[in-house]
């Protein structure tokens, strides 16, 4: 899991009003983005980012879909 300046999440093709939200550790969200409708992955790219451990959420019409734990390391 390990991830040096991006990363793909792999995801079942999403339906309309999906969107992934990335998390710091402390539960901030620190990115989001809109998905297309059948869209089934989605490259981060982290290179502004601190190394540590961060969160992508899955949210499908407003609700959690899944959670992702990443580590970027430098």
């Known amino acids: 899991n390990p991830f040096t300046h991006a990363t793909t999440l792999l995801f079942d093709a999403v339906s309309a009003n999906s969107e992934i939200e990335i998390y710091n550790v ?3 969200i620190i990115h989001q983005e809109f998905l297309a409708i059948g ?4 490259v981060w ?3 502004t ?3 540590g451990i ?3 959420k899955l949210l499908v ?3 959690e879909d899944a959670v992702k734990k990443m580590v970027l390391v430098n």
């Open 45 to 47: 790219n982290a290179e």
């Open 61 to 63: 019409d407003g609700k």
């Open 39 to 42: 869209q089934s992955s989605y």
């Open 54 to 56: 961060y969160y992508a």
């Open 26 to 28: 402390k539960g901030q």
């Open 49 to 51: 980012y601190t190394e």
